[in-house]
């Protein structure tokens, strides 16, 4: 660090470039539109996966609806009632 303040020291312009350089890498990689975009894209990906995951539960509540009306239906009928059998 002491040589970065005695070069400073030495050509003042040495500072303008090392902070011109730092602000062009923020305005490169931190401006509001980058944020907002990736914001954006991200809020996208998660809209997508939690309408892909509700698909996949109303699939499945269909898929047991489907099992029930065509297998358990006909094994409950088959299960003798309480009053039915003899005492």
């Known amino acids: 660090m002491a040589d ?3 070069r400073c020291k030495q050509d003042p ?4 470039k090392i902070s011109g350089a730092g602000l062009q ?9 980058i944020y907002s975009e990736r914001l954006m894209t991200l ?7 939690k309408y892909v995951s509700k698909l996949e539960r109303r ?8 099992f029930y ?4 239906r006909e094994l409950a009928k088959t299960v003798p009632l309480a009053i039915d059998q003899p005492q």
């Open 59 to 66: 699939e499945t509540r269909r898929y047991l609806e489907m």
């Open 4 to 6: 970065f303040f005695d």
């Open 69 to 72: 009306i065509l297998k358990f």
């Open 13 to 16: 312009d040495h500072w303008v």
């Open 43 to 49: 809020a996208g990906v998660y809209g997508f996966w």
């Open 25 to 33: 890498r923020i305005y490169e990689k931190y401006t509001w539109k």
